[in-house]
């Protein structure tokens, strides 16, 4: 029988992976809104099936698969069966995964690249599982363990022998290369001028017009131009930008209406509805494991 699950989820953070938010989570009808994250989020689906669009394609990740996503690339994120899914999510600073695949090497490599498709390899899947779990289960130095993990603690030992296991494994297995990025097109300056501009002050308000104006367009053509190199409309990617901006200072304790102001929403309620949409729970939640 199917096991219909609930949108439930749990940030949390471990001392074995500096930077890393983790994820543990099941979802019966959230949908993630168009976003993307400065990691690498690396998943494993534990139950039931995700739908996402990625690349241009919309791919399936069912139960057992590792669907990964490069760091900086647009993708959503919703049921692909009526009855949801359930997953564990690893969002690795690049900086632990580049290091890593210069060990492997014994040399620097090129930045690591992953596939579009959804990685079908169960002995990966059971390695990432492992990693999660041990993590989530209070493989902390100091003794501790997130709420909600096993209240016997854990082994940091063994903890981070399965993280860099795991990500050793999907390596080796899976990654290429960064892939060179094409020659610009004429209008690349016009598109970098534009972000430049939004990005410049995150609270101040900005019309298209005026966006439109430090690359001589107009306003219709200039939002055309942005929307087709990056997928999202000029306000759509500010407010990604704000958001990723925004971790720092709830990880530092800052209050969900102090981040809210200062990155440049209209008000806290705004703030949360954007948050929730990228990362399926609301900043309070989220900044409290």
């Keep these: ?15 074995l992976l500096p930077g890393a938010d983790m994820v543990t989570a099941e979802y019966l009808d959230h949908e993630f809104a168009p976003h993307w994250h400065d990691a690498y989020t690396i998943p494993v689906i534990e139950a039931g099936a995700e739908m996402y669009d990625y690349r241009g394609s919309l791919h399936v ?3 057992g698969t590792v669907p990964v996503i490069n760091p900086g690339e647009l993708h959503t994120g919703s049921r692909a069966t009526e009855d949801g899914w359930r997953y564990r999510v690893g969002y690795v600073p690049v900086d632990f995964v580049q290091r890593l695949a210069d060990d492997i090497a014994g040399r620097p490599q090129p930045l690591p690249w992953f596939p579009a498709e959804t990685i079908r390899d169960p002995d990966l899947a059971r390695r990432v599982l492992r990693a999660h779990r041990l993590l989530e289960a209070g493989g902390d130095p100091r003794g501790g363990h997130p709420p909600g993990g096993d209240p016997r603690g854990g082994d940091p030992l063994a903890a981070e022998a399965a993280l860099i296991d795991a990500i050793s494994t999907l390596i080796v297995r899976h990654a290429s290369t960064d892939p060179q990025p094409a020659r610009l097109a004429a209008d690349n300056p016009r598109i970098e001028t534009m972000k430049a501009r939004l990005t410049a002050d995150l609270a101040e308000p900005l019309t298209l017009t005026e966006l439109a104006q430090a690359v001589d367009l107009s306003a219709f053509h200039a939002a055309r131009l942005f929307t087709r190199a990056t997928g999202l409309a000029p306000h759509a990617w500010r407010n990604q930008v704000r958001l990723q901006r925004a ?12 981040v809210a102001a200062a990155s440049g929403f209209t008000d806290q309620s705004h703030f949360t509805r954007h948050f929730r949409r990228m990362f399926g729970v609301p900043p309070g939640r989220w900044q409290s494991p």
């Design 61 to 63: 990740a069912e139960t």
């Design 1 to 15: 029988m199917n096991t219909r699950f609930r949108n439930s989820v749990r940030y949390w953070r471990t001392p």
């Design 247 to 258: 971790l720092g200072p709830l990880r530092a304790g800052v209050s969900v209406a102090e």
